[in-house]
């Protein structure tokens, strides 16, 4: 029922800008916090940008000044606005549904995940 589609992945220059979208339904997007998590080649996922179901934001360091997380309640999608990019951003990205309006240990659900690739 629970359903993460990201888009807006694709090919970024090294200072350049992608904005990803996260499209949810099934679910009452409003009242979840929501994350964007990442997985770079050969290595684990890891966390990048938390937002609680009242706007509340909070940045890994190795994105924070670069990266912004946000909300639009009334169309049920989750951006990640990525300026500042770096090779290192090269990486699967994926949205991910929390259990409650903040921050929580894990997320119950998360998207087929959108490829970002960062290289001049």
């Known amino acids: 029922e629970v359903q993460l589609v990201e888009s807006g992945g694709g090919l970024g220059q090294p200072g350049g800008s992608l904005r990803l979208s996260c499209a949810a339904s099934?679910?009452?997007?409003?009242?979840?916090?929501m994350t964007w998590d990442r997985q770079a080649p050969g290595k684990g996922l890891e966390w990048v940008s938390h937002?609680?179901?009242?706007?509340?934001?909070t940045y890994a360091d190795s994105v924070k000044g670069r990266f912004t997380i946000s909300r639009d309640n009334a169309k049920n999608t989750l951006y990640l606005q990525m300026n500042s990019l770096k090779p290192e951003d090269t990486a699967t990205y994926y949205c991910?549904?929390?259990?409650?309006?903040?921050?929580?240990?894990?997320?119950?659900?998360w998207g087929q995940g959108t490829q970002v690739t960062v290289s001049s």
């Open positions: 099934g679910f009452t997007f409003s009242r979840y916090a």
């Open positions: 991910a549904k929390y259990p409650r309006c903040f921050l929580d240990e894990s997320y119950d659900y």
């Open positions: 937002i609680t179901c009242d706007g509340h934001t």
